[in-house]
């Protein structure tokens, strides 16, 4: 790997973006751009890809309207932001970014047109669509959130420095998950059988205590709660390297639904939906169904709330879930039996039970798709 | 340092205070224990000493007592379950520690003694202020949260393995900071001149992509918000080392907060004042005084809610903060002004200004206590 990049497709494409609309502006058009629409109309889930994405459909935003002019505006305005940030070569949050469109729009103009961040938000994933380029490379970071832990090299060239991490020799503390995966970062000697994903750090903490991956070899990934970009497309880079991908949630909608959002994506998130949903991905547990197979579970569980039956109602609407009818019976029994299990619970019995189940659960193929 | 060993220091008084209470069960006395009471009238600022602790006044918990007969019982079989995680060299979270509470409380019991966690915790504190151990000796896991970069080395002595990580080459990671700083890990090579610690985790990624860490030779903290004890705990020993602690937080009500918890400790872990508070560490910013110093910042105002309003009177309230006239006019220029000020807003001239801010404050001397 060379020395640190900016990604020039990103500067490439800002600047035909900026450039499309000067034209128009010159040859006295209405200035526009094309984005793929990101409306619920136009989210499409193909069974056969296996994830949500966006279908064909395309909006324009245009500056003469008065229902876009300001939306046109502020879109423009932090594309602008973004192109200094890539010929920069530095990155912010999305916070950072508010704060310089708050400071100025650029070298003549002291109109503040952003009050609230709500109000980026949007316009950025506009033109995340509009360039058919992730934040990433815009350098906006998103969240960071995640450990890790396995038989992985992570080769960062970070500044001008190439930082090598054995994320086997990291103790306790296991590698935090950056929020960008891709640019000037590279995962070597990856040598493990399968990866593990564990909703809660707490349960990590346990697994890697008993060395849990070492003795299994496989990568332990905690998300810690809802999957973030980085951490779900970590994992669709390790399933791209031929490895299985296992995930234990807890037994609720809640530890459900970040499964989903690993494998399938989410609704908020189709516009980037290849890059970051793992349709291979099996579901491990903690389900209703455990508590046929674990006596000692009928005394651990949960019991559910209002919200959690209300949530498994819609859930059983989503196509890419109601065509699985293990996941159909499993969000039945929750509505018929109101109760929710913890995978904290595995602890029950003795503290290093969860890594028994894990192994049951793989080696029995004992898990949902 | 050695292979890794277990805190016989906790399994002794662990096991001194099972045996007091089956000598006053063998002695036909009601079985009891004493701590110092956790109470709010116990609670003490010594403004000598600049962090809260524990007064003098105890309490006794019984077995014969209505009342108290239950949490006795809790208590006790928490206990024994401690007991048995430090014997056995095994952390769990309180979760997972609630959940053998619940699967069985011994051999011939089998009665269900804890419904909810929130019944636990304060059973727990009861149990650390009996003992005078804090739970991480007890092999209780507290929340992991919070990363760092400088030049330190991590000595964590993990399983049979011996994991050194220099903190200094992680890149745009971070070393993430564990529950535990204190068993079977050490922190050495600390070549450094201070510690910056930043409320957010994305100031800290923009600052650490600008390399300020490495430019200042500081070492770099994000709690990522409010501090758990983990973090707290390795500021403080860094403090131990000699090193200066400076804290740069939102210019608010919750980033004041964040700081007050680092500098004093807090209310709910006055029991473990001492071993978290860090009373030298300065406060860079952001203040309400840095709107007449940073004229910019004017525009990058937010508006205060109610509650950061109502907060803010409250704050002027705790005697650890009204003895710093510096601090009543800050909390009171928030009630009069009605503004917040977020650090990500040192962003608006340009994405680098937040670390030439936090030079000059740190040269001029420009803090608050």
Redesign the interface.
Known sequence: MAKPKRDSNAEERLETFGKEIVKDIRSNRNPKFIMTSRSRSNIEFDPRKGFLTLGDKTEERNFINTAQSKRFMQTVAIASKCHR?VK?N????I??L???L???LGEDIDE?IFNEQSESNPLIEDLEAALGLKREYLNL?A??KG?MAGNVK?V????D?R???DTS????????????VDSN?EFTDVKARYVLVVEK??VW??LN???FWKKENCIMITPQGQATRGTRRLIRKFADMGLPVYVFNDGDVWGWYIYWTIKTGSINLAYIGSDIATPEAKFLGMTMSDLEQYD?LK??TMKATEIDLKRAQEMLEYPWISIHKEWVEELKMVIKSKVKL?Q??????R??FIGDYIREKIAKKYWLP
């Open positions: 940030f920069e530095q990155h912010t949050a916070r950072g508010f704060y310089q708050k400071y100025s503040n970071n969240t960071k450990v992570v960062d060239m970070f500044g420095e930082n090598v991490t020799k990291l103790g306790r503390s296991g590698w935090a998950i950056p929020s960008d970062i750090d707490a903490q346990r205590e008993d060395g000692f005394k651990m913890e904290d619970s595995l602890q029950g019995p503290l290093t």
